[in-house]
């Protein structure tokens, strides 16, 4: 069963897997948490599927294998404007299993599309007009006639697009989700966010539109959208300053007036030029059980009531000892990061990445938090991970790290954690880790 | 883990900046001189640095609007807060008053071959033209030096006075059209520029305005890709025709912000590229976006005369 951290509990390393040499750039657990979608900077999808429970391994769960690998978004040339379009996946979502077939959508910059990833573990072998190799046969040395028998083959998992979503798009998509009838899904770019019917490719309907008249005039966009797990009228998109809005579409066609404004009145005592940078938020998720929401902006994970738009009524700080330094952050870049977050199964526990390849889980029950680090080094597998921290005194005591020692360039934007267990994936710049939760 | 930045770092807090006796460009006014140096020498290199990051486009791929939008936002606030506190003023003086050499800001532009829009507007493009937030992406407003004090509209800039014509303002970019060919290396440019921050905040305080003005001149480099649409020569009536079942509401400044780089060559070659993306946002079917991609690429042919 799915539990928080307690004190006893220790995260164990399950797996490490070598992917290619190109950046993850997503991840993502099926809703039974079988299956394991990792997109990449290269355009493609690599799932991995967890093996069956062994007998003999009774202190773990099984491990997860390469389950099919597919190029999903090949490299464009925009001509009229003479820029590339990256191949590299901004995200993953798979929709709820209905048959034997898996299916996902997978996005770039511009075009999502779905994915069938089906088995195929049998295949038609005696035709009457076709040798087994494929060659037809000359039809007058047929002199009998049989019915093809289906015979046992080895398993091959195949995918294969069946929807292209395109040209909707002025912007870049940064998110897609998939609405709780199971027949439409969002896409969201910089400035709007469009409807899409699952079966219909030609049209969408666009839903928010922040764009405004003059352009001069921008000072805000969106960053992320998602639907509400079990009302699917409802779906929040939140803005880089720090604002999530939550729209109900029964309200109007076009929802850019908001039914909810969430937003946190800024701290006078940390205003700073970079106040509103690390505001902007880079994720928005909601609990499963559809209750709360939760966002990650740059220093902080927020968990808001949906009841209550004037302020989270949990806030947990990931590293506030960049606050510090900001301005360094500024000039590398590194404060445009976008840090992903995720609840575990029964909203517990919330994990978000930070750099150095730590990453952070806060259990909301007891009130705890843990640092830990995904690296070769550290990691035997079966070890139990060593909390770490990182030493914001002048003190720094042993096994501390130092904020200045930190390696801005390995940085955790994706976790993923599994619905229904606690197993956990971690991609850093080219690796996926699978921890899991070591069972007492 | 820092790449090779503006020699005066932004003391991170806690730290001390490095500490002048000047006050900084020309005679102080009293809010100046109230302001710490260290705080405002900080605030100037913020500023620097944000106007740098916002011309340093990636080429090849679209940049990315919501940075672009943060970073234009910081250098608003900054800009806001120097004309409450009289830098501004002071800052913009003194530009008008020093001669600032263009050696550097040609060398910026050779290295950095702008597009020729800002040209084509009918502009020449001036060490010390000024440019205002709105400016850059209003298709109407050319970023002329004689007009832009009347067309300033945004509410942070304070009103601008006549003996200002000449004075730089600092671009509030929104600096997303990627500004340099294709054909430039990207760190060569980014070296090139920072070598010309370095250059001017080496002089000392006085080059503040210097600096300054480097800024203003790549600022105006960046608002020249926003120049494009206006005014557009009279379209080709063969490429009319081409696209007349096209939306004209592409023809607007989104193309502009979706990182649209302009070509070399103007004249109908600005019609392909005021159009977005090839498609309405409502409808469009891809087998036809494919064949009109094809009757493009075969137009881009002709005009480009390969």
């Avoid at chain 1, 048959?99 to 996005?107: D, P, R, V």
């Avoid at chain 1, 109007?252 to 039914?259: I, Q, W």
């Avoid at chain 1, 909601?286 to 209750?291: A, E, I, N, P, Q």
């Avoid at chain 1, 808001?304 to 500024?330: A, F, G, I």
């Amino acid at each position: 069963g799915v539990h928080g951290l307690k004190t006893q509990h220790s995260i164990s390393f399950l797996q490490f897997l070598l992917l290619t040499a190109d950046i993850i750039s997503t991840v993502e657990f099926n809703q039974s948490g079988e299956l394991l979608a990792t997109g990449d900077k290269g355009g493609r999808v690599v799932i991995f599927q967890q093996e069956q429970e062994s007998k003999n391994k009774l202190q773990c769960r099984g491990e997860y294998n390469v389950y099919s690998t597919f190029q999903s978004h090949e490299p464009e040339f925009d001509y009229l404007k003479s820029l590339e379009i990256e191949e590299k996946i901004n995200k993953i979502r798979w929709l709820p299993q209905k048959n034997a077939a898996h299916f996902l959508l997978s996005t770039n910059d511009k075009t999502i599309k779905l994915w069938k990833i089906s088995e195929r573990d049998k295949r038609p072998e005696g035709y009457n007009l076709k040798e087994e190799d494929g060659r037809y046969r000359d039809p007058n040395t047929v002199t009998t006639l049989r019915v093809p028998v289906f015979r046992p083959m080895d398993l091959m998992v195949e995918a294969s697009p069946r929807r292209v979503f395109a040209n909707a798009h002025t912007y870049h998509i940064n998110s897609i989700s998939v609405n709780s009838d199971c027949e439409t899904y969002l896409s969201a770019d910089d400035l709007r966010v469009n409807l899409w019917h699952l079966e219909i490719t030609d049209r969408s309907f666009n839903i928010v539109d922040i764009k405004p008249a003059n352009m001069e005039d921008l000072t805000e966009v969106i960053t992320a959208a998602e639907f509400h797990p079990n009302q699917c009228n409802t779906f929040v998109y939140s803005s880089s300053k720090g604002t999530i809005r939550l729209c109900d579409m029964r309200a109007a066609a076009l929802c850019d007036s908001h039914a909810k404004l969430f937003e946190e009145p800024e701290d006078p005592n940390n205003r700073s030029f970079f106040s509103e940078i690390i505001s902007s938020i880079s994720d928005v998720k909601f609990s499963h059980s559809g209750r709360y929401m939760m966002t990650r902006d740059y220093l902080s994970v927020k968990i808001w009531d949906l009841n209550m738009e004037s302020r989270p009524v949990e806030t947990y700080q990931v590293h506030e000892y960049l606050r510090s330094k900001l301005c360094s952050l500024y000039e590398n870049d590194c404060i445009f990061d976008k840090f992903e977050c995720c609840w575990n199964g029964n909203d517990s526990v919330v994990m978000t990445g930070s750099y150095n390849n730590f990453f952070r889980m806060f259990d909301r029950g007891y009130q705890q938090d843990m640092t830990l680090e995904a690296s070769r080094e550290n990691s035997k597998l079966r070890s139990v991970l060593k909390p770490r921290k990182v030493s914001t005194g002048g003190k720094r005591k042993k096994d501390e790290i130092s904020v200045d020692s930190l390696d801005f360039n390995k940085k955790i934007l994706h976790t993923a954690w599994h619905p229904l267990d606690n197993i956990i994936a971690v991609a850093t710049t080219n690796n996926l880790y699978i921890f899991q939760d070591k069972l007492n | 883990m820092f790449p090779k930045g503006t020699k005066r770092k932004f003391s991170d807090s806690g730290e001390e900046a490095v500490s002048s006796g000047d006050q900084g460009p020309a005679s102080p006014s009293v809010a100046a001189r109230t302001l710490s140096s260290s705080y405002s020498l900080q605030r100037q290199s913020l500023l620097d640095m944000s106007l740098i990051k916002l011309q340093l486009c990636h080429m090849l791929v679209e940049p990315n609007l919501c940075r672009s939008v943060l970073i234009a936002n910081t250098v608003r606030q900054i800009q806001e807060e120097m004309t409450q506190d009289g830098t501004w003023q002071i800052m913009t003086q003194a530009l008008a008053a020093a001669q600032c050499p263009t050696d550097r800001l040609v060398a910026t532009e050779v290295l950095c071959r702008q597009t020729d829009a800002a040209a084509q507007a009918g502009q020449s493009p001036k060490p010390y033209s000024v440019v205002g937030v709105e400016e850059g992406y209003h298709s109407e407003e050319v970023v002329m030096e004689g007009d832009v004090e009347t067309d300033v509209t945004m509410s942070t800039l304070s009103p601008v006075s006549p003996q200002l014509s000449s004075a730089s303002y600092l671009a509030g970019p929104f600096g997303m059209g990627p500004c340099w060919e294709e054909e430039e290396e990207d760190g060569e440019c980014e070296e090139e520029e920072e070598e010309d921050s370095e250059e001017c905040v080496s002089e000392g305080e006085e080059g503040d305005g210097d600096h300054l003005s480097a800024d203003s001149r790549t600022g105006e480099q960046v608002f020249g890709t926003f120049e494009i649409k206006h005014p557009a020569p009279p379209p080709d009536p063969a490429l009319e025709e081409l696209f007349s079942d096209v939306d004209p509401s592409y023809y607007d400044l989104d193309t502009v912000l979706t990182g649209m780089q302009s070509a070399p060559k103007m004249g109908p070659y600005d019609l392909l590229d005021s159009l977005s993306s090839h498609g309405p946002t409502a409808l469009s079917s891809s087998s036809s976006c494919r064949s009109d991609l094809n009757e493009l690429d075969h137009i881009m042919e002709i005009i480009v005369g390969s």
